[in-house]
């Protein structure tokens, strides 16, 4: 148990650094979060990619997955942000961006953990 909590930790702390400098390389004035969005479609491929090799092929070990998956992934995405910046979008009057905004995060981020595991279904197959 205490090494499961040390690898979703290790990845978690990698996953939130990742996210900090994405931002930060990414980042440019925009009133629509194109780096959150972004952010979290490679996260949903990632994610759907992982749990798919893991849970088909056996591949990637469950410790493994776990830092993968609940760390490096969790700590990544950013629903939280995605939820903050949807409100402020809608507060500072933007509501048809925060429309597309949820829209596009919720229906991109879907396709992208479908992607995730046709990807790995193509590579274990």
Do not use: H, W
Not at 85 to 93: A, D, K, M, S
Request: one cysteine or more; a neutral charge.
């Amino acid at each position: 148990m205490m090494i499961n909590i040390l690898f979703v930790g290790l990845g978690g702390f990698i996953g939130a650094s990742l996210r900090y400098l994405a931002g930060n390389i990414f980042s440019f004035s925009s009133d629509f979060p194109f780096v959150t969005l972004m952010i979290n479609l490679l996260g949903s491929f990632l994610i759907g990619f992982i749990s798919s090799v893991a849970g088909n092929s056996g591949y990637i070990s469950k410790d493994l997955q776990l830092f993968l998956q609940t760390g490096i992934c969790g700590g990544f995405t950013t629903f939280s942000t995605f939820s903050l910046e949807t409100v402020n979008l809608i507060e500072c009057g933007r509501v048809v961006f925060a429309g597309l905004y949820v829209l596009s995060s919720v229906i991109l981020c879907i396709v992208g953990v479908l992607a995730g595991k046709y990807v790995a279904g193509l590579i274990v197959n």
